[in-house]
């Protein structure tokens, strides 16, 4: 008992800073909002906000990749959690919209190296035998945020202003970072061996990334095609305040309370899922979260009253953490941590590109067509296309590459 309690105490460490860091993420997403509404009185300086993120992803998702996998990953993460912490202080002293814009952009800059930092470095340090606990929990974690976040940020907007809430967010960062500096490094990085960063360096780990893409074509279509389900998800969820008030006729009380439920939903998920992780396969904690999640979804697409979105919520939210953690597992477990860097940029490209796409094109629909129809036929597509998604995880020609302890790929891709 005491050897697994020492054993889980390093990763133990680093759930509580990325916990904490996800908490900020959800009191600056409560507060930015807010915020901006405050200054413009504006929606579509509002929905500006989602652009923003997809948009600086396009312009550094390219070479981020390349910066990351040649450096220290700690000491990546370690900088942009610093470097969020500082620019949200100056968040609540800037004059006028375009400068708050221009933070946000600095922001958005700092979380395209988080991401794919974060993966390769819990990669690293989490061994292959605790990764899918270690996922369970992080959900956990995440499903925790989710709830206090906007609780921590509503409460502190209430009882002072946005600009002290702010500068709390600023604090659970810098809380995440010092957390952060107790965990090892996991790398020895010879500075002679780091190369310049080049547009013909970056052109060559593309190539290196693309031939590592080719030859685990299984990998790269299954996850790829997870990225491609979620592009569902993340539309209807752009239209959701709109779509559950304009459509289904909630109150703002009521959709708030709905977001709450959710949380809960997806909270009590998360911990059962960290208690039985062990007992269930990679592959059926995607198959089962993907398809219950769709089916949350597809009940929201047709909800006509408080009750019935509900359980659509609930059953998303639930089942949701269960995808998460499956998919994030045997990601992994099976792309090399040589590559995890750029690799998981270049992904994070296509996702934005899609995702701009996306949002561009319910917004026409939804004027076009109606925002009622847009979303539910959204979702029996995505219903249709989790069953054929399923249908190519569970094909046991491939079950090698959902084995638990399959310590993925180790070998130097230069």
Do not use: C, H
């Not at 750029?342 to 026409?364: A, D, E, K, W, Y």
Request: charged share 10%.
């Amino acid at each position: 008992m005491k050897q697994n309690l020492n054993e889980w105490k390093t990763p133990s460490i680093l759930l509580g800073s990325l916990g904490i860091a996800s908490v900020g993420d959800f009191i600056y997403l409560v507060a930015i909002n807010i915020m901006v509404y405050q200054m413009t009185a504006s929606a579509a300086a509002v929905a500006g906000l989602w652009i923003i993120g997809p948009l600086t992803n396009i312009v550094t998702k390219f070479w981020t990749g390349s910066f990351i996998d040649y450096r220290s990953k700690k000491k990546i993460v370690l900088v942009t959690l610093i470097a969020r912490a500082l620019f949200i202080t100056l968040i609540p002293l800037a004059p006028n919209l375009s400068t708050v814009y221009a933070i946000l952009v600095v922001l958005s800059v700092a979380k395209s190296f988080f991401g794919p930092a974060s993966m390769t470095y819990i990669t690293m340090l989490v061994s292959p035998q605790k990764r899918k606990r270690f996922n369970s929990l992080r959900s956990f974690t995440s499903s925790g945020a989710f709830i206090i976040g906007p609780a921590i940020g509503g409460a502190f907007i209430l009882l002072s202003n946005i600009s002290v809430t702010m500068w709390l967010n600023a604090g659970f960062f810098l809380l995440a970072a010092l957390l952060l500096i107790v965990l090892p490094e996991t790398e020895k990085i010879d500075q002679a061996d780091i190369p310049v960063l080049t547009p013909a360096q970056i052109a060559k780990d593309f190539t290196v990334v693309y031939g590592f893409m080719a030859d685990r074509k299984y990998v790269t279509a299954i996850y790829l095609g997870f990225l491609a389900v979620m592009l569902f998800s993340f539309a209807m969820d752009v239209q959701e305040v709109v779509f559950t008030q304009q459509v289904i006729g909630l109150t703002e009380v009521e959709y708030t309370l709905l977001i709450s439920i959710t949380g809960i939903g997806s909270v009590t998920g998360a911990l059962l899922l960290s208690l039985f992780s062990n007992k269930i396969t990679i592959r059926y904690m995607i198959v089962t979260g993907l398809l219950m999640m769709t089916a949350g979804y597809v009940i929201y697409a047709f909800s006509w009253s408080f009750a019935s979105v509900t359980v659509g919520f609930v059953i998303l939210g639930f089942f949701n953490v269960f995808l998460n953690a499956g998919i994030m597992t045997f990601y992994q477990n099976n792309i090399a941590v040589a590559v995890m860097g750029r690799v998981t940029s270049i992904f994070g490209l296509l996702q934005s590109v899609f995702q701009i796409f996306f949002i561009l094109t319910i917004g026409f629909l939804a004027d076009f067509v109606s925002l009622k129809l847009t979303i539910g036929s959204l979702a029996v597509i995505m219903l249709i296309t989790a069953f054929l998604y399923s249908i190519a995880v569970l094909n046991p020609k491939y079950s090698r590459w959902y084995e638990e302890e399959n310590e993925a790929l180790e070998e130097t891709l230069a």
